[in-house]
């Protein structure tokens, strides 16, 4: 048995490792969350990173194939609850201990899938993917967060659907270059990337805006144990949303917008004095 809880040990360390080699902002806010939930939010992230690896960048395979083999793996490690893939190892824990809904699974690969095949989306394609690339991710660390409380659960819901859209469309906003240079997608509904304009930007921003607004109560009524590591990723997302509203874009188009070190330093300490001093 010992031998099982250093393997187990070992694999959250994978996901942890992973998650910090490949985002320092959810970094950031997973260490401001409450001990016991930190383990379960990189073994959710080292999960859905894994699979954007997959159709992100790697090219020069068979990613449909490698796509559904990852499909298969993760589905028979929750069955059997176990798996040689450490990173499938720790999320199968975390799925079997909270119960995390396996229709959320479902959609998010089916948007995985996705990417392999649509470069374009029109309206209802766009909110379809926007759902299982990034609002059931919000609903698999609600799971989390409310340690099985239902009642929570399906009251929090919407909100961490808005949230975790809000971050998907930043990041849209944010890789827009290289998700069409690279890989040659545009994600936003009915928007030409080689006519970008101003008008188009300002009502996507809106569009963010507005599922931010719908976030932010949500925030505010997670459990305490939660609440600041989440509003410290909501502070970073807006900063970084902000920095983009005041960036033109023709600029958007052409460079990659980031929040420098010295400024995530500065709204860590920040969202802190906020959050002690009941002021979030």
């Not at 950031?28 to 939930?37: C, Y």
């Not at 990189?42 to 992100?56: N, Q, W």
């Not at 505010?220 to 939660?226: E, V």
Request: positive net charge; hydrophobic residues 35%; proline residues 2%.
């Amino acid at each position: 048995m010992q031998g099982l809880t250093l393997y187990n040990s070992v694999s959250f360390e994978a996901s942890r490792n992973l998650t910090k080699r490949y985002s320092t902002s959810f970094t950031m806010g997973i260490r401001t969350l409450h001990k016991r939930f930190r383990e379960p939010i990189y073994a959710i992230y080292g999960f859905v990173r894994c699979a954007d690896e997959i159709v992100d960048t790697f090219h020069n395979h068979n990613q449909k194939e490698l796509l559904e083999n990852f499909k298969n793996e993760t589905y028979t490690a929750i069955n059997n609850g176990i798996s040689t893939n450490p990173i499938l190892n720790s999320f199968q824990i975390i799925v079997n201990k909270y119960k995390i809904d396996l229709t959320l699974i479902d959609s998010f690969l089916h948007s995985m899938k996705m990417d392999l095949t649509k470069q374009t989306h029109e309206r209802n394609t766009y909110d379809e993917y926007i759902y299982g690339s990034a609002e059931v991710v919000g609903l698999m660390c609600l799971t989390v967060f409310v340690e099985g409380n239902k009642e929570e659960y399906n009251k929090l819901k919407g909100a961490a659907c808005s949230l975790g859209a809000a971050f998907q469309k930043v990041n849209f906003l944010r890789d827009i270059k290289s998700d069409f240079d690279e890989r040659g997608r545009i994600y936003f509904p009915n928007v030409d990337f080689k006519n970008f304009n101003s008008i188009s930007k300002e009502a996507i921003e809106n569009e963010i805006e507005n599922d931010f607004a719908k976030a932010y109560q949500g925030i505010l009524a997670l459990p305490k144990d939660a609440r600041f590591g989440v509003y410290v990723a909501y502070r970073y997302y807006k900063r970084l949303l902000h920095r983009i509203k005041v960036t033109p874009a023709s600029r958007i188009v052409n460079e990659r917008i980031r929040v420098p070190n010295n400024e995530k330093a500065s709204l860590l300490f920040r969202s802190f004095c906020r959050y002690q001093l009941n002021m979030l």
